[in-house]
Every structure is written in C-alpha cells, then in structure tokens.
C-alpha cells in the first residue's frame, strides 16, 4: 500500500509564519520534476491548490501534491531545516536511491 507523504508540525509551522509576514494564505507545492543532477528534482513553492492535487491540511495552512508526483513522494517526510547553511523545506524521500550533495534533486 502506497501511503501519502506525511507533513512535520515544524513544516507546517514555517508555512504559517511565511503566510503571517506576508499577508496571504498560499499553500505549499512540493512537487517532483525531470531534471537535476540526479534525475529528478523537487519544486517547492507557494501556490494555489488545483483540481488534482491531494491537499495535506493542519491547522489552517495546506500542503499539496500533485497527481504526478504523488508516486514519487510516497512515504516521504516533507520537514523545514533552519541550520547555519540556511533554512529551506526539505523531503526525506524513502524512494530515492541517490541524491546529489544539496538535497534538491534524486534517482529512482
């Protein structure tokens, strides 16, 4: 069984204080796209939800997943890392079988 992506609070929160600063109530897109050093690479950004999306809702603020890249992001954790090299939405992909040094684009 192919289970969805799961979504941690300090993600959900990152998007709250995001749409607070500027105003807005945009959702999180994190989708799976051809490309990168490795095959594949993830889009994340802010959007608005369509059709097809699987909508991952908590506390106000929304996630969505594409159709397409749903199959690419199943078990995947969707978390937000502050570190000293910067802050940034990250995905730990339990599908992926290599990743290039940044974290932005994997092999299936």
Not at 10 to 30: D, M, Y
Not at 74 to 96: T, Y
């Amino acid at each position: 069984m192919t289970l969805p992506p799961k979504v941690t609070d300090r993600a959900f929160a990152r998007l709250a204080e995001i749409n607070a600063a500027t105003g807005e109530a945009k959702a999180l897109r994190v989708a799976v796209e051809g490309g990168g050093c490795s095959g594949f690479q993830y889009d994340i950004r802010l959007d608005e939800p369509a059709a097809d999306d699987l909508v991952i809702e908590r506390g106000g603020q929304k996630v969505l997943v594409d159709s397409v890249s749903l199959p690419f992001l199943a078990n995947a954790v969707i978390d937000f890392s502050d570190e000293l090299i910067g802050a940034r939405f990250i995905v730990d992909n339990p599908n992926a079988t290599a990743s290039c040094g940044c974290g932005t684009s994997f092999s299936i």
